[in-house]
């Protein structure tokens, strides 16, 4: 795998729904280009992409995967996406690579949810994209079907430039519309022959349209089309390519992966209309204030952005690099934007699965693996210390779902924490914090099933077993009405003695004020020394909690009047007193629960909004409004209970099909309603016992 000239380059990433048959196509086009002399198997765990562990067991893709094949004298960076909802910053990390978007659809199954969320993250990005309907020697395989369902949803660009000969076990070729000849591989060797005489009316109709399509957007050809010249296909090929580079045209190609049929045309697709790195977009960074374009040059400053980090036991940490511009060699030294640091990239290495190449050198629009970086995580930009840019980010998914972790043997603390911490640099739908009101540490993901299986890394990469439990809402205690106290604290036990005497004043404040304290002795009742002390222990006891352990809030408190000893007073005595005030008003001034409410952003298509709806209410919740958005889907806004959402990413994911998303932040804090307030109680002293 030497170096490859930016424009034979194609960065193309494999998406689609789960099942669809992405890794054994990569497999197929690793294969098919003479990479491997036998197709590995998912169900075996032989394949090239899917080398970890936790893949084998569970039967998924858990990461993006580089197989890197050669067509020709061209490089197809394929980029092996999962299709299991809970790992789409994977897709994403794939996706701001790629230069094409290759969409796997079964034929058998059709367009499934995966695979339009995949089709609205490349539209997002306006990035081209091409379909392989897979999977039509199975049973039940219908072309035609999902066709139709491609153009019904992602509308009349859908192009399909191949046709399939034989149906389910029988299928054994494609019809090329563009070249009008049929390709079979009845002897597993592609095989050009005419068009099949009991498809032949079909597959003309098929392809004038197809022609249509293609010259209406070259306004010479159009013309020599009306007037009776029928373009050749390199003249429609070029033409496509255009329409492909655009994201105007989304080409339909078709066959098997586990069959190898028309893989090999798959593979001269992508070389011949694919888009190269050349025709992408130059990158917009941004340096202080200001912001500018870095066009993909291989003559130009070197640039790089980390898209994927892999943490390995044994090699340690291995930066995935996306060449922006510029050519990268071994040994040179760029410097970290985000850290200032400079880093000197020791080795060039190719990834093919778990297999590393070395190489020497590549050029932009490449990708390539660097291992050893120090400083270095996921999204960060490497440049000439001359030039400190930044590449914007793009936005991504957040982690939805979380649960609370400890370590299964006494004294790990730290070693789990270094061990999530890392897990969080190797995986962007991690994220780990440490929640200080309820004194646990959240791991947060994107689903059950990601979470499950960032568990078992800990338990494989790093040696750490843990034990998980509920998250817990960071419930707290206020007050509603005024009430008063003496806090009297007197202790004698020979010698110098404990004295103080603190007069108290609660009164409520506004959600969200907090915390005041009012010093308003007169006379000396409490010398002026004392005083922080008094308010010390105020904010003390209010953190440790009022009647039910949670931290007391919006509560202003007056000390006005107290009494003390010239000897045995001090600043244990008043905190002490202050204390015990506390606790006595705090009794007599109505103590309410408050709990947090989020604010949430539900986006559905029209026909779950409903289903929403009703769910909302169910949780407690308050809609503010609903809002339409791209492609009529409707966002439903909602104030609702945190306590009622911690489990809302599983259960919204099964009310839509997978198809809702939403989003969630903190918005204030409000009083439990009576009801619930005493159930929680109850259910609290319960677990106490």
Same mark, same amino acid.
């Given at each position: 795998?030497?170096?490859?000239?930016?424009?034979?380059?194609?960065?193309?990433?494999?998406?689609?729904?789960?099942?669809?048959?992405?890794?054994?196509?990569?497999?197929?086009?690793?294969?098919?280009?003479?990479?491997?002399?036998?197709?590995?198997?998912?169900?075996?765990?032989?394949?090239?992409?899917?080398?970890?562990?936790?893949?084998?067991?569970?039967?998924?893709?858990?990461?993006?995967?580089?197989?890197?094949?050669?067509?020709?004298?061209?490089?197809?960076?394929?980029?092996?996406?999962?299709?299991?909802?809970?790992?789409?910053? #994977?897709? /994403?990390?794939?996706?701001?690579? %790629?230069?094409?978007?290759?969409? $796997? @659809?079964?034929?058998? *199954?059709?367009? &499934?949810?995966?695979?339009?969320?995949?089709?609205?993250?490349?539209?997002?990005?306006?990035?081209?994209?091409?379909?392989?309907?897979?999977?039509?020697?199975?049973?039940?395989?219908?072309?035609?079907?999902?066709?139709?369902?491609?153009?019904?949803?992602?509308?009349?660009?859908?192009?399909?430039?191949?046709?399939?000969?034989?149906?389910?076990?029988?299928?054994?070729?494609?019809?090329?519309?563009?070249?009008?000849?049929?390709?079979?591989?009845?002897?597993?060797?592609?095989?050009?022959?005419?068009?099949?005489?009991?498809?032949? #009316?079909? /597959?003309?109709?098929?392809?004038? %349209?197809?022609?249509?399509?293609? $010259? @209406?957007?070259?306004? *010479?050809?159009? &013309?020599?089309?009306?007037?009776?010249?029928?373009?050749?296909?390199?003249?429609?090929?070029?033409?496509?390519?255009?329409?492909?580079?655009?994201?105007?045209?989304?080409?339909?190609?078709?066959?098997?992966?586990?069959?190898?049929?028309?893989?090999?045309?798959?593979?001269?697709?992508?070389?011949?209309?694919?888009?190269?790195?050349?025709?992408?977009?130059?990158?917009?960074?941004?340096?202080?204030?200001?912001?500018?374009?870095?066009?993909?040059?291989?003559?130009?400053?070197?640039?790089?952005?980390?898209?994927?980090?892999?943490?390995?036991?044994?090699?340690?940490?291995?930066?995935?690099?996306?060449?922006?511009?510029?050519?990268?060699?071994?040994?040179?030294?760029?410097?970290?934007?985000?850290?200032?640091?400079?880093?000197?990239?020791?080795?060039?290495?190719?990834?093919?699965?778990?297999?590393?190449?070395?190489?020497?050198?590549?050029?932009?629009?490449?990708?390539?693996?660097?291992?050893?970086?120090?400083?270095?995580?996921?999204?960060?930009?490497?440049?000439?210390?001359?030039?400190?840019?930044?590449?914007?980010?793009?936005?991504?998914?957040?982690?939805?779902?979380?649960?609370?972790?400890?370590?299964?043997?006494?004294?790990?603390?730290?070693?789990?924490?270094?061990?999530?911490?890392?897990?969080?640099?190797?995986?962007?739908?991690?994220?780990?914090?440490?929640?200080?009101?309820?004194?646990?540490?959240?791991?947060?993901?994107?689903?059950?099933?990601?979470?499950?299986?960032?568990?078992?890394?800990?338990?494989?990469?790093?040696?750490?077993?843990?034990?998980?439990?509920?998250?817990?809402?960071?419930?707290?205690?206020?007050?509603?009405?005024?009430?008063?106290?003496?806090?009297?604290?007197?202790?004698?036990?020979?010698?110098?003695?404990?004295?103080?005497?603190?007069?108290?004043?609660?009164?409520?404040?506004?959600?969200?004020?907090?915390?005041?304290?009012?010093?308003?002795?007169?006379?000396?009742?409490?010398?002026?020394?004392?005083?922080?002390?008094?308010?010390?222990?105020?904010?003390?006891?209010?953190?440790?909690?009022?009647?039910?352990?949670?931290?007391?809030?919006?509560?202003?408190?007056?000390?006005?009047?107290?009494?003390?000893?010239?000897?045995?007073?001090?600043?244990?005595?008043?905190?002490?007193?202050?204390?015990?005030?506390?606790?006595?008003?705090?009794?007599?001034?109505?103590?309410?629960?408050?709990?947090?409410?989020?604010?949430?952003?539900?986006?559905?298509?029209?026909?779950?909004?409903?289903?929403?709806?009703?769910?909302?209410?169910?949780?407690?919740?308050?809609?503010?409004?609903?809002?339409?958005?791209?492609?009529?889907?409707?966002?439903?806004?909602?104030?609702?209970?945190?306590?009622?959402?911690?489990?809302?990413?599983?259960?919204?994911?099964?009310?839509?099909?997978?198809?809702?998303?939403?989003?969630?932040?903190?918005?204030?804090?409000?009083?439990?309603?009576?009801?619930?307030?005493?159930?929680?109680?109850?259910?609290?002293?319960?677990?106490?016992?």
């Amino acid at each position: 795998m030497g170096n490859v000239p930016s424009g034979k380059i194609r960065n193309v990433a494999l998406v689609g729904h789960g099942g669809s048959g992405k890794t054994t196509l990569a497999e197929a086009l690793l294969f098919a280009t003479g990479a491997l002399s036998r197709l590995g198997r998912v169900e075996d765990g032989t394949t090239v992409s899917d080398f970890e562990p936790e893949e084998h067991a569970h039967g998924i893709s858990i990461s993006l995967a580089m197989t890197p094949v050669e067509f020709e004298d061209t490089r197809i960076n394929v980029i092996d996406a999962p299709g299991y909802a809970d790992f789409v910053n #994977e897709v /994403e990390a794939a996706l701001s690579v %790629a230069d094409l978007a290759v969409l $796997v @659809v079964s034929a058998v *199954e059709g367009v &499934e949810v995966q695979t339009e969320v995949a089709w609205r993250l490349a539209a997002r990005r306006n990035l081209p994209r091409l379909v392989f309907v897979n999977k039509l020697d199975r049973e039940r395989a219908d072309f035609e079907r999902t066709l139709d369902q491609l153009r019904n949803l992602f509308g009349a660009g859908i192009a399909p430039l191949e046709l399939p000969i034989g149906h389910e076990a029988d299928f054994h070729g494609v019809a090329d519309l563009l070249t009008d000849t049929a390709i079979t591989y009845s002897t597993g060797k592609p095989v050009t022959e005419a068009i099949p005489e009991d498809m032949a #009316e079909m /597959e003309h109709r098929v392809r004038e %349209a197809l022609v249509e399509g293609i $010259v @209406v957007a070259d306004d *010479e050809l159009m &013309e020599r089309y009306l007037n009776g010249d029928s373009p050749t296909a390199k003249e429609l090929q070029v033409t496509l390519a255009h329409g492909v580079a655009s994201a105007s045209v989304f080409p339909v190609v078709c066959g098997s992966a586990t069959k190898a049929i028309a893989v090999d045309r798959l593979a001269a697709f992508i070389a011949e209309i694919g888009p190269s790195p050349l025709e992408r977009a130059p990158t917009v960074v941004t340096a202080g204030t200001e912001t500018r374009e870095v066009p993909v040059d291989p003559s130009g400053p070197p640039l790089a952005r980390v898209f994927k980090t892999i943490t390995d036991p044994y090699v340690g940490r291995i930066s995935l690099l996306h060449v922006l511009s510029g050519t990268l060699r071994a040994d040179a030294t760029l410097t970290n934007s985000r850290t200032h640091s400079e880093e000197k990239l020791h080795s060039l290495q190719m990834l093919r699965g778990k297999e590393a190449h070395p190489i020497t050198e590549v050029q932009a629009g490449d990708v390539v693996a660097v291992p050893k970086l120090s400083d270095v995580r996921t999204g960060d930009t490497l440049a000439p210390k001359t030039m400190p840019v930044l590449v914007r980010a793009e936005p991504s998914a957040v982690p939805v779902l979380s649960i609370a972790l400890k370590p299964r043997a006494k004294g790990d603390e730290d070693k789990l924490m270094t061990a999530l911490h890392r897990l969080e640099e190797e995986d962007g739908g991690i994220l780990v914090r440490r929640e200080d009101e309820t004194h646990q540490t959240l791991l947060s993901g994107m689903g059950d099933t990601h979470l499950q299986i960032a568990c078992e890394k800990l338990r494989r990469k790093y040696g750490v077993e843990v034990e998980t439990e509920p998250v817990k809402v960071p419930y707290r205690e206020t007050i509603t009405k005024q009430a008063e106290a003496e806090g009297k604290y007197k202790k004698q036990t020979g010698g110098h003695g404990q004295f103080g005497v603190c007069n108290l004043r609660l009164e409520p404040l506004n959600r969200g004020s907090g915390f005041e304290f009012v010093d308003a002795i007169v006379g000396g009742a409490i010398p002026r020394q004392f005083i922080p002390a008094v308010e010390k222990g105020l904010l003390e006891t209010m953190a440790n909690g009022g009647a039910c352990g949670f931290p007391v809030v919006d509560v202003r408190v007056t000390c006005y009047d107290g009494k003390y000893h010239s000897v045995d007073s001090s600043e244990l005595s008043f905190k002490m007193a202050a204390a015990l005030g506390f606790k006595e008003a705090l009794q007599a001034a109505g103590p309410v629960l408050l709990e947090p409410i989020s604010r949430l952003e539900v986006t559905v298509p029209p026909s779950y909004q409903g289903d929403v709806l009703g769910d909302l209410n169910s949780r407690r919740g308050r809609v503010l409004g609903t809002e339409s958005g791209d492609g009529g889907e409707q966002t439903v806004v909602a104030l609702v209970p945190t306590s009622e959402l911690a489990r809302y990413a599983t259960d919204l994911r099964s009310l839509t099909g997978g198809r809702g998303r939403f989003s969630m932040v903190h918005e204030r804090y409000e009083i439990v309603p009576q009801p619930l307030a005493e159930r929680l109680v109850k259910q609290l002293e319960a677990e106490k016992v």
